[in-house]
């Protein structure tokens, strides 16, 4: 079965400090792993997957197989980044998954002046 | 950039009422997917499709539910006897292609209520 956790529910930082939303995730074979992130008002959008190892509006995360981890992180939050933010995953165990997502609760990110 | 189009944006029902729900897929794109988030909670996964035919379901797409895609842009979702806790937004999601883990593009949803 696939499960994710997002622990924290609600996270508030202010403008300049560093930010970490954490994520957890249970799957028995390869995942993949995104990060989407949803504005007031707007639809689900993908912020980054594990796969291309990039930085997204300077956010980052990295897979980390042996703490079952994706945690999302930015040095330096701005007050645009206020947003919930939801971890997924996608499993390919055998090739059989046609890509079916599972979502953590997601964790709502405000950012403080 | 091409998006998926969802309508209604809003859609009030009786319980007891059947609901069709639409979405325009991305052009080109082959998988076709439905979610729904009720109030406070996850966003689940319902179905996806492929080829014509439903490739996966969850526990929660029971026989109330039916999705097809009628015309080449289409995908509609029926929730045939609405009950109150069917009462969620509901998103649409497309795929370009499974192989090359290409992400999912959603729609800006449906918020369904059940009176």
């Known amino acids: 079965a696939q499960r994710v956790t997002q622990p924290e529910k609600l996270l508030s930082v202010f403008k300049g400090a560093p930010v970490e939303l954490k994520c957890n995730y249970s799957y028995s074979g390869s995942p993949e792993l995104f990060w989407y992130v949803q504005y007031s008002r707007q639809r689900l959008q993908l912020l980054l997957r594990h796969i291309s190892r990039e930085s997204i509006k300077g956010f980052t995360a990295d897979l980390n197989k042996g703490e079952t981890s994706f945690h999302l992180k930015k040095p330096f939050a701005q007050e645009e980044d206020s947003a919930m933010y939801y971890c997924?995953?996608?499993?390919?165990?055998?090739?059989?998954?046609?890509?079916?997502?599972?979502f953590g609760q997601g964790t709502i990110l405000t950012v403080h002046p | 950039e091409p998006e998926v189009t969802q309508t209604p944006s809003h859609q009030v029902t009786q319980m007891g009422q059947e609901v069709i729900l639409r979405c325009v897929p991305i052009s080109n794109h082959l998988y076709f997917y439905w979610y729904r988030q009720i109030l406070g909670q996850k966003v689940e996964f319902l179905v996806s499709?492929?080829?014509?035919?439903?490739?996966?379901k969850s526990e929660i797409f029971d026989d109330q539910f039916s999705v097809e895609r009628p015309d080449g842009s289409n995908f509609t979702l029926k929730i045939r006897s609405t009950k109150l806790e069917d009462s969620a937004m509901y998103f649409c999601?497309?795929?370009?292609?499974?192989?090359?883990?290409?992400?999912?593009?959603f729609g800006d949803g449906t918020r369904l209520s059940i009176l």
């Open positions: 499709f492929y080829n014509n035919e439903i490739s996966e």
């Open positions: 999601a497309s795929r370009r292609d499974r192989w090359d883990n290409q992400p999912q593009h």
């Open positions: 997924a995953l996608t499993g390919y165990a055998g090739g059989t998954s046609y890509g079916k997502l599972t």
